[in-house]
């Protein structure tokens, strides 16, 4: 792809002294896969069963260094095939015995490897359905799924493992940039319509590829951003592996968490699809509320059971810091904690994460309600007292702290739980109105000092481009697979500054 002209430099280095980073190889995800099978097959495959989870690199799982494959992957992949297999047979007992010639087979390995197949592809495949010890098109079937062009994102000859010479520009062909593009956008391999303009010159121009990409945000299978890229964005794709005490928070179930998850996709796939501000992730006069998360959010009832845009009842809701999903990921089973929402803000709406903390540096109590009666902000207060521990937690814990008034799983709350003693005769346990105030002013890195979440959604808006600059990297890391160079650093200056005339519209800088 074609890198703009741009002026300046990231250090000394200028953007014309490097070329950009190359396309790591990389495999396909499990949820990738899943899309996959279902768009050309027309059947939900469990991939789950036979996959493992893919691991994650660079905060997303689509990073090239972590998608690899193991032997062990691909005898599990290996019977995830037999299922497919399996399951066409039992779809349509016709189809190993049905008539199977060139054209076909051409038809199929095209949509399979997202590019014109060779020849000996061909030929090879032909061979097997023809074979009469054979299975006939289920051959063809099983060769494909088993062959590395489907298993990985094989790009045509643009992309090379070498770096482009000095002051030189490659562009990658036409069907590498629609796989490309499908992935990033669609969360799976381009369809026959993608792969017929990539055939037909239409990727030749940059502002054809503009107006290709404007067509499939419209789609609704971009959608896929806003489950692969928002959640892990986000963090709250590690909702299903956290799980609150139920003691301490018994307004917290299976129903609770799933709507959880949801708000972050509705939320962001609105944002995408109504083409508004990005900044609308950081303070938002809506939320995304079904009855469930309603209820929690002490808003006025509503009886829907979808997940629906409304007008928010607090200043401290709208926006993602405010969603249930990621303060409930960002805390401990039996206690908030700042230490982690405070990273949280500065790896996802910064791009700067503290440096991991020395060794035998101590650890808060799992549980907040201790004899001693000291609250949290009174502990990380002693905790910063060291020298050792000063340096990042003076940078991370107030932006915690600021968010002390949402509880572990992001309900609202005026006061503390109480330090100790039984909860008073018929209330729950953990009952908030036993409690002591909770820290009401906090003064932010930045200088600012705020009573809670309003003030800090305020302070971080006052400073956009640092947001939009993480946000960027971030969507960047996930499309690539790999985080920015210096280079590409230079780029996502250039197209930010597009984004910001914009009126910080999401779109533009997709």
Known sequence: MTRSAVSGSVGSVQSSDMGPGHATLRRMTRRQVKRTLQELFGIDVPV???????????????????????????????????????????????????????????????????????????AARLELAQAEDGDGWLDVVRATLLSQEFLYRVEGEGSSDQEPETGTVERIDAYAMASRL??????????????????SHEFDSDASV??????????????????????????????????????????????????????????????????????????????????????????????????RRLPRESVDRGGVLGMAGILTVTSNPLRTSPVKRGQWVLERIFHAPAPPPPPNVGTLPEDDQQKDGLSLAERLATHRARASCSACHDQMDPWGLALERFDGIGQWRELELPAEGDPAEGEPEGNP??????????????????????GMKASLIAEPERFIEAFSSALFTYAVGRPPTLVDLQEIEAIMGLCIADGYRVRTLI
């Open 433 to 454: 109105e036993e409690g002591v105030a909770t820290e009401s002013i906090v003064k932010l890195p930045n200088g600012w000092e705020v009573p809670g979440p309003a």
């Open 210 to 307: 503009a107006s290709i990409v404007q067509e499939m945000l419209d789609d609704p299978r971009s959608r896929s951003l806003a489950e692969d890229f928002a959640a892990q964005w986000l963090g709250t794709s590690e909702l299903r592996d956290v799980t609150p005490d139920v003691r301490r928070y018994s307004a917290f179930n299976e129903g609770l968490r799933k709507s959880m998850g949801l708000e972050v996709v509705e939320f962001f796939d609105d944002l995408v699809r109504q083409n508004r501000s990005v900044l609308e992730c950081l303070d938002s006069e809506y939320v995304f509320v079904d009855r469930r998360l309603a209820k929690h959010y002490g808003m006025a009832e509503v009886k829907h059971r979808e997940l």
């Open 48 to 122: 789950e069963r036979f996959l493992p989870r893919d691991a994650s690199g660079y905060g997303f799982d689509t990073t090239g260094d972590t998608l690899f494959v193991t032997p062990l992957y691909y005898e599990s992949w290996y019977e995830c095939v037999e299922f497919v297999v399996a399951a066409l047979l039992a779809k349509d007992p016709k189809a190993a015995a049905s008539a199977v010639d060139a054209e076909r087979v051409r038809a199929f390995l095209r949509l399979a490897f997202s590019d014109e197949p060779s020849g000996s592809s061909v």
């Open 182 to 199: 499908s992935f990033f956008l669609h969360g799976s391999r381009p369809d026959e319509a993608l792969l017929h303009r990539a055939g």
